[in-house]
């Protein structure tokens, strides 16, 4: 029976493992646990034009943490990984993206861990500053390992990837009138990421026929969250300034319920979360 008190507590110090490539550990974490309830994963949540002219987007999976919840302890990159610089986790924590100072990326289980595919370089990955080596761009991986997208440091390039090989699949380039993004999401089944953008904009990127889908109508600010539902049925979209929730079909993008205005016109605000239930 549950007795409320608490198992352990872990802190994650500046420049530690999953907090290497942009000094993110000034950042409060969001923290999900796996659906098995072994693994907590945590990344920083993007803040929009608030964070810059070119903020992360959400959810910002690289420099992300895996903590193991038996143990009770922030996972430690596998030291026979050589030169080490960030990760990026699936959704549930299983897999990971880690990635070199050379611009190496390789697909690995985590808990424990083990190589799952081949180490790839890719030509400008990486790029020097006054803080050291920095990783350009961020990734997001499938929650079943199989596939990884990668964005480019502008946020208007995609290129999908076959994980295990690191085969290009499709690429997707946005024009400077459809900006930006802001926010993606892989559908659970690795089929589909839907882009949010600065300009309100939002798309949908089928990553097996390379086929792009866009919203008819703009949102009336920067689209800030997107997720989709468990059954891939159905996609969240969240704007900010102001503030708006709207739920789609997830293949089509029709509305499926009228849209919810979370702020006025005087007090736009902001919304930090929003999920589906189980």
């Keep these: 029976a549950a007795s409320g008190r608490q198992r352990w507590q872990v802190e994650v110090a500046p420049n530690s493992f999953g907090m290497t490539a942009m000094d993110l550990n000034q950042y409060g974490l969001e923290l999900h646990f796996s659906d098995d309830g072994r693994r907590l994963i945590g990344h920083i949540s ?20 895996l903590i193991d919840v038996d143990a009770g302890k922030v996972v430690e990159p596998p030291p026979q990984f050589a030169d080490f610089l960030a990760v ?3 959704a549930d924590g299983r897999y990971a993206l880690l990635f070199d100072k050379h611009g190496g990326i390789q697909r690995w289980h985590t808990l424990p861990w083990a190589a799952d595919g081949d180490l790839a370089r890719f030509v400008g990955n990486v790029a020097g500053s006054s803080n050291g080596v920095q990783l350009q761009g961020e990734a997001l991986l499938t929650d079943d390992g ?28 946005l024009t400077t009138d459809q900006d930006r993004a802001t926010a993606w999401a892989l559908r659970h089944d690795g089929r589909q990421l839907a882009i949010g953008t600065n300009s309100g904009q939002l798309a949908v990127w089928n990553l097996e026929t390379g086929k792009t889908t866009w919203l008819r109508a703009r949102f009336n600010g920067w689209i800030s969250r997107l997720r989709y539902s468990a ?15 709207r739920v789609f079909d997830a293949r089509s993008l029709d509305p499926v319920v009228t849209p919810v205005m979370l702020a006025g016109d005087t007090d736009p605000g902001s919304v930090s979360d929003a999920e589906f239930g189980p």
């Design 46 to 65: 993007g803040n929009g034009p608030s964070n810059g002219t070119n903020p992360v987007l959400d959810p910002h999976t690289i420099d992300s943490v």
């Design 231 to 245: 059954d891939d049925s159905r996609l969240l979209a969240v704007s900010n300034e102001p503030s708006e929730m």
């Design 146 to 173: 199989a596939m990884m997208v990668l964005a480019n440091t502008s946020k208007l390039g995609f290129r999908s990837f076959d994980a295990q090989h690191m085969r290009l699949r499709q690429t997707l380039h």
């Design 88 to 90: 990026s986790f699936s």
